[in-house]
């Protein structure tokens, strides 16, 4: 499951990408501002994954939500739970791992992807535009990013990602497709606050 985040929420130099496109800026500010004004957002995810030889490695599911820079992540019964300064990674079994926010600055976290809050760690492209979609290429500024090079498909109309396709260094492919999204789920303050009563007493945390 960690490593499902290090893609969706965790570089080789791309030529034509050297600096930051103001057309896919402004849509990508767009999409930022309207994560910024909501009180809540609730996502619905289909998530595949593909090797670097192209080998189908199945799909999954996922259901997240998000209150600023607040988040759960369930997919089954592992759950990945943010309360803004720490993240708790539950495998599903017998462990629970606590880690800072600041270490998942060399990932793309579920919020980080979503947010359309690109400027600090990303240099991006405007590849096409069709209808009311446009895609957007995004290559990370730090070499040491556990990705290459991230393609979103946004819809223009709705200000929201629709798809993103992530290059891992391995060559990896994971495609993340947004099935639904709303901006105005409402989500309590507690839901991202860790209770360790919610998980079988015999599961570990290590931090």
Same mark, same amino acid.
């Given at each position: 499951? /960690? ?6 929420? &965790? ?15 402004? !849509? ?39 209150? &600023?820079? /607040? ?44 947010? &359309? ?13 069709? &209808?009311?979609?446009? @895609? ?7 070499? /040491? ?5 991230? @393609? ?12 993103? @396709? ?20 409402? !989500? ?7 209770? /360790? ?11």
């Amino acid at each position: 499951m /960690r490593y499902i985040l290090l893609l969706l929420i &965790g570089f080789v130099t791309i030529q034509g990408i050297a600096q930051k496109d103001a057309q896919a800026k402004a !849509l990508l500010d767009q999409l930022g501002l309207k994560v910024k004004q909501s009180k809540g957002i609730l996502v619905n995810i289909e998530l595949s994954t593909k090797n670097n030889k192209g080998k189908a490695m199945g799909i999954k599911s996922i259901l997240l939500k998000m209150k &600023g820079d /607040r988040y759960l992540l369930n997919e089954g019964k592992m759950v990945i739970l943010c309360d803004g300064q720490s993240i708790y990674n539950y495998d599903g079994s017998n462990s629970i791992s606590k880690s800072p926010m600041s270490e998942s600055d060399q990932t793309l976290s579920p919020q980080k992807l979503l947010s &359309g809050n690109y400027d600090k760690d990303f240099n991006f492209s405007l590849l096409s535009q069709s &209808g009311s979609m446009a @895609t957007i290429e995004l290559s990370p500024i730090d070499k /040491r990013k556990n990705f290459q090079k991230v @393609t979103l498909i946004i819809d223009k109309l709705k200000s929201a990602l629709s798809k993103a @396709t992530i290059l891992d260094k391995s060559n990896n492919i994971t495609d993340v497709k947004v099935l639904s999204i709303s901006y105005t789920a409402q !989500l309590a303050d507690n839901l991202f606050i860790f209770n /360790r009563a919610k998980y079988p007493k015999n599961v570990e945390i290590f931090d």
